[in-house]
């Protein structure tokens, strides 16, 4: 079946420093890719997706992208804030056809705590 | 407008009660998805609607486990005869539709079984 594995955290980094978590997986055919983020107290978020190989997927200075040889989906920021502590959720889900009806996938979450 | 809502937000039961979880979706949304949270791991899904038709009910763990939908809104997960490895997070959400549609999450109902 579908899986995703995700590095171990948890990740500790100061302000400013440059972030990847990494994120492979395995599935038939092709999927969607997804990161959602879980902050403090709050629901799970949408952070970005690709739904193609190849695709780059962006927001709010975070980005990943789909590739197809390597089954993965690292997520990297440049520079983090202390305001992305959050924990972060790789994730897959398969493409329309099937009976999955688009369920996701996720991986076990990695910790990230940003220091001023 | 409002997200995805659930209630409660949190639940202690003891072991063997039964147990009702809701989830209001947003309205409009035609999927709706419940997922298990256990503690320190990623969700896993338990089952799928589409309306108040249950597509996909592969993730339940046992018969103890039941979903509904009835109108095709509101949906409640009931557990029977709790146990303590049911303690976990449950999420619910929601999407315009299966696929390729973003699912939006509630903020989870946290039960424990003492």
């Known amino acids: 079946g579908d899986s995703v594995t995700q590095m171990e955290g948890p990740v500790t980094l100061s302000e400013e420093a440059f972030l990847t978590i990494n994120c492979t997986y395995t599935?038939?055919?092709?999927?969607?890719l997804f990161w959602y983020v879980q902050y403090p107290g709050e629901g799970l978020q949408l952070l970005l997706k690709?739904?193609?190989?190849?695709d780059k997927g962006s927001n709010k200075g975070f980005e990943a992208t789909y590739r197809k040889e390597t089954t993965s989906f690292h997520l990297e920021k440049g520079s983090v804030q202390v305001s992305d502590s959050a924990v972060y959720f790789c994730?897959?889900?398969?493409?329309?056809?099937?009976?999955?009806?688009?369920?996701?996938?996720f991986g076990q979450g990695t910790i990230l705590t940003v220091h001023p | 407008g409002a997200g995805v809502s659930q209630s409660p937000r949190y639940k202690v039961a003891k072991r063997g009660q039964d147990v009702a979880l809701r989830c209001d979706p947003i309205?409009?949304?035609?999927?709706l998805f419940w997922y298990q949270q256990a503690l320190g791991q990623g969700p896993e899904f338990l089952t799928y609607?589409?309306?108040?038709?249950?597509?996909?009910k592969s993730g339940l763990p046992s018969d103890r486990f039941f979903a509904e939908r009835p109108e095709g809104s509101v949906s409640t997960l009931k557990i029977q005869r709790t146990q303590q490895e049911d303690s976990a997070v449950y999420l619910c959400?929601?999407?315009?539709?299966?696929?390729?549609?973003?699912?939006?999450f509630g903020p989870g109902t946290r039960l424990t079984v003492t």
């Open positions: 994730a897959l889900s398969p493409n329309a056809g099937g009976t999955s009806y688009g369920k996701l996938t």
């Open positions: 599935a038939t055919g092709y999927p969607s």
């Open positions: 959400a929601s999407s315009l539709g299966p696929y390729s549609y973003e699912q939006y």
């Open positions: 690709a739904t193609k190989a190849d």
């Open positions: 309205s409009g949304h035609v999927s």
């Open positions: 609607f589409q309306n108040e038709a249950q597509l996909d």
